[in-house]
């Protein structure tokens, strides 16, 4: 059973079908539970049956685990992957404690949530995260975003540009993205403010693909850009659920985590977003950094506007130097983060889980700390939403990511 946090459109979502879909493929019975949503169709289209959960609002959620305990009951399931905490807690207060199912969790965030279970087995996307969790966990691995090389791939670009409607001459930069507040508007707002003063100097479009609640904060700037410019120089494309169009019109990709790893896919040359006005050009000599740290990182809080329009206009200016940097990046991803590789790892990572919980006695009272520590944590939250606060995803922000390194920096 591989469960997503969610089927809207973002990067864990689709890591976990990208896995389903490969583990499907290698002969397992693979089904995907989650609620409704955009990425459902995915799901169709790789012929991965899905099992529809009920969408709470409140996680975890006593409705869901029931109906995946339901499910996992009906199928025999060997396992649960949960992507993000809420997903594995409720496999963990739900078929494991209920069914005594195994369950394990993938974690593609920034950090790794507290209250976690320390013998729950964990994958996390980089080797700082893992350095910092391996001190806690017996069951601990490496699993970056792994990507499907042989269906994202260079196809056509100039076909793709016009499917988008944008004339082959135009220059286009592209960014596939969710429209949220933490740690992406920040970036989307700079790149509009930054093509926007090229485009006085080049052909250019910049074309954001995605949704979320950032949405109309993101249509004002773009309006304003484009005004400003007298042309059509931001274009919001909303959610898609296949947007290899867009990464495949591109001249230049911006992102971060796994859609820059997808940009790298289709042989694109790569600027990697950041918080805090942090943006540096993917090529030989910063491979080792976001290797390190994930695709992802912190700026000296400067004029972000300013050293994207920087790195871009040389690149905007030389199809050589674009074409040397999108070959690295491609070679860069077959060599490293390919799916086939991926999904063999957590082939033996399930085999080890299963293993593990076999041979370990199922002791309740080891759910007592993490269950009033996730309770303590929503019961905060709820208070927050009672008051009238912002309540955001508090394991997938800056704040969060600072102390994560902080632990594994003191491990």
């Known amino acids: 059973m591989v469960y997503p946090h969610s089927m809207e459109i973002g990067g864990s979502q689709k890591n976990a079908i990208d896995i389903a879909g490969s583990l499907q493929a290698r002969g397992h019975e693979v089904v995907v539970f989650g609620p409704p949503g955009p ?14 959960a009920p969408r709470p609002r409140i996680r975890p959620s006593q409705a869901v685990m029931g109906r995946l305990c339901d499910v996992v009951e009906e199928l025999n399931a060997d396992v649960v992957h949960g992507f993000e905490w809420p997903p594995a807690v409720e496999a963990v207060f739900g078929p494991y404690r209920r069914l005594n199912v195994p369950a394990v969790c993938s974690v593609m965030s920034m950090s790794v949530a507290p209250f976690l279970p320390h013998w729950l087995p964990l994958t996390v996307g980089t080797e700082s995260i893992l350095r910092s969790e391996q001190a806690k966990r017996p069951q601990v691995t490496l699993l970056e975003p792994p990507v499907d090389t042989r269906r994202d791939r260079p196809i056509d670009q100039l076909e793709s540009k016009a499917l988008l409607g944008i004339d082959p001459g135009t220059l286009v930069v592209s960014l596939v993205t969710r429209l949220a507040a933490e740690l992406k508007r920040e970036g989307i707002l700079t790149a509009i403010s930054a093509v926007g003063r090229l485009a006085t100097e080049f052909p250019v479009r910049l074309v954001i693909a995605g949704d979320g609640p950032a949405r109309a904060e993101v249509e004002s700037a773009a309006r304003r850009a484009n005004a400003a410019a007298g042309t059509d120089v931001v274009r919001l494309t909303g959610d898609l659920p ?26 694109k040359p790569l ?8 943006w540096r050009l993917l090529e030989p000599g910063s491979l080792p950094e976001f290797v ?24 905007l200016a030389d199809a050589a130097l674009r074409g ?10 077959e060599s490293r983060y390919g799916l086939d590789a991926a999904t063999e790892a957590l082939e033996a990572f399930y085999g080890e889980a299963i293993g593990r919980h076999r041979s370990e006695p199922r002791a309740m009272s080891r759910l007592l700390g993490p ?17 009238g606060g912002v309540v955001r995803d508090d394991f997938n922000s800056l704040a969060a990511m600072r102390a994560q390194e902080q632990r594994g920096r003191s491990r």
């Open 371 to 387: 269950y009033l520590s996730v309770t303590r944590y929503e019961l905060d939250r709820k208070v927050k939403r009672r008051l």
């Open 39 to 52: 990425l459902v169709d995915l799901l169709a289209e790789r012929g991965l049956r899905h099992e529809p």
């Open 242 to 267: 296949d947007p290899r169009a867009v990464y495949d019109a591109a001249d230049i990709a911006l992102g971060m985590g796994g859609s820059a790893l997808r940009a790298m896919a289709f042989g």
């Open 271 to 278: 600027v990697v977003q950041g918080e805090s006005g942090f």
């Open 292 to 315: 390190g740290g994930g695709w992802f990182g912190i700026g000296d809080g400067g004029d972000g506007a300013a050293r994207l329009a920087a790195l871009l206009r040389p690149l």
């Open 324 to 333: 040397r940097l999108g070959e690295f990046a491609r070679a860069t991803v």
